[in-house]
């Protein structure tokens, strides 16, 4: 009889991942080749083709923008785990995706939001349960999950790149709304391969995996309707100018609230979710790896905003007789992290081996603190610009190179702590509340790139070097108070171990 764990289809792996991989690689094409453009498009004067809002509101937008996927994905889990299942859910949030996409390559002004909205609904969708299904294709026992996890986070970097050097290019030589439409076009063929590979899930995510009641499912569908409705009537107003709002004042008191959220979820948890005194250290320590995680995204996120419009405006694009695109500087990124990914992994196994092991708050301190480096060498970079010069490329690649090394340091690390510092019983919950870090960061991230007016360069320098030293304060700072919380890991290790035995 053939199990999960026996089957290897895809380079060792089960089939399932080819379809996941693929699918998963062509939705990052379409969503990271759009976002490298979205700062860009809504900057650019109305004859370049852009929508000429200022960098202030075009930031913040772009903030929302990011911040809204990520919170999305709360609810585009709930949707799938309660109602509909990880298979559907992945297919219709592609749809929703492409159609978003196939709204911003129509040339017109009025539809632009309602392309970006759709984008947003339809990632929350896809997103969460397109990961969840990697999972769900192994068997509790089976060790190569966390091979399998590398090998689809490969898939990842590989569709941003296609996105980035795509739709860069395309923007370059036939405009905007070209890029968007490809940026559907990938989204298509990621659908395409997805329903045309689908029985190699072998009923991964095919059904919910909680059962509700009839009348539960009944109030929730009514409850998403309304939402729908609620959402479509405020576009509409906003489109046709019942009311306006501003986007820098919103996204303000959006990062507020999703702030106040996050501190009411995890306060929760923490004072009324029955845990023992061990739990609750655990929590406290996972607490700074949150903060840690906050301020890295705020940072890190300059490079769809200040950092892109730093590229388009302040850097020596030629090489010889080509100009290259302003959103393939941020591949990089995912160049570095395919190159550097495997050094970490063996770095910290390596580590281990010589019982040199860093706790959890320690390797995210290190990770912000490299990532703030970076805002050292835009620091220098900004001082030449303001004196009047165009920048050599190296300096954003250095840039980009120290805050994927701080991404390496600090992202996979902190998901890790958030599974490992759980109470189990909440180990879920308090995943949906650390991606509440990703979202305040990438709206926080929006604000910032806001002070970067390109008309005043001359305060670009010591802008880009008050973000380095504080958020260089806040990783000592994180590093100083682990002094303490590594005790807590300990614990919760200790506590894993003794838990391992007894079911021994």
């Known amino acids: 009889m053939t199990t999960k764990t026996q089957t290897k289809d895809f380079l060792g792996h089960p089939g399932g991942l080819s379809t996941l991989f693929f699918t998963e690689m062509w939705e990052r094409m379409s ?287 030629i090489v010889g007789t080509f100009e290259i695109p302003t959103a393939w500087f941020q591949s990089a990124n995912s160049f570095f992290i395919i190159l550097l990914s495997p050094f970490f992994a063996a770095l910290w196994i390596n580590l281990g081996k010589r019982m040199v092991q860093p706790s959890y708050g320690i390797k995210c301190a290190v990770g912000l603190i490299i990532m703030a480096t970076g805002f050292i060498v835009m620091f220098f970079a900004a001082q030449l610009a303001a004196s009047g010069l165009k920048v050599a490329p190296y300096w954003l690649v250095a840039t980009y190179f120290l805050h994927t090394v701080g991404e390496l340091c600090l992202s996979p690390v902190a998901l890790s702590a958030v599974s490992k510092l759980s109470p189990k019983r909440f180990a879920g919950q308090m995943m949906g509340v650390f991606v509440l870090t990703y979202s305040i960061g990438n709206v926080v991230a929006g604000l910032l790139a806001g002070n970067f007016d390109p008309e005043k360069v001359d305060q670009m320098p010591n802008l880009y070097l008050q973000i380095s030293l504080f958020t260089i304060a806040i990783g000592i700072l994180i590093a100083l108070f682990t002094l303490k919380t590594r005790v807590w890991e300990k614990l919760s290790e200790k506590k894993d171990s003794n838990m391992e035995s007894a079911t021994a």
């Open 31 to 317: 969503y990271y080749g759009m976002r490298a453009l979205l700062v860009l498009f809504m900057t650019a004067s109305l004859q370049e083709g852009g929508l000429a809002i200022t960098v202030a509101s075009a930031t913040a937008i772009y903030g929302l923008y990011t911040g809204a996927v990520y919170f999305m994905g709360l609810p585009g889990g709930w949707i799938a785990d309660r109602l509909i299942g990880g298979q559907r859910a992945v297919w219709y949030g592609g749809l929703i995706i492409m159609s978003g996409h196939i709204v911003l390559a129509i040339p017109s002004d009025t539809t632009f939001f309602i392309g970006l909205i759709l984008v947003v609904l339809g990632t929350g969708l896809l997103k969460p349960n397109i990961g969840a299904m990697v999972g769900q294709l192994y068997s509790p026992e089976d060790q190569r999950r966390d091979a399998g996890y590398t090998l689809y986070y490969m898939g990842i970097n590989i569709g941003s790149v296609i996105g980035y050097m795509v739709c860069g290019y395309l923007q370059v030589e036939y405009g905007y709304h070209y890029a968007f439409g490809a940026a559907a076009i990938g989204m298509g063929l990621g659908l395409i391969q997805y329903r045309a590979t689908l029985p190699k899930l072998e009923g991964a995510g095919a059904e919910p995996l909680v059962r509700m009641s009839d009348k539960g499912v009944k109030i929730s569908w009514m409850a998403i309707v309304a939402f729908l409705v609620g959402l479509a009537f405020l576009t509409f107003a906003m489109m046709t100018g019942l009311f306006s709002i501003d986007p820098v004042s919103l996204a303000q008191y959006v990062a507020i609230a999703i702030t106040l959220v996050f501190l009411a979820y995890y306060a929760g948890v923490y004072v009324f979710g029955n845990l023992n005194a061990d739990e609750k250290r655990s929590l406290g320590a996972l607490f700074l790896v949150c903060l840690a995680s906050i301020f890295f995204w705020a940072g890190f996120e300059q490079a769809g905003s200040s950092l892109n419009l730093f590229g388009r405006d302040y850097t020596d694009r």
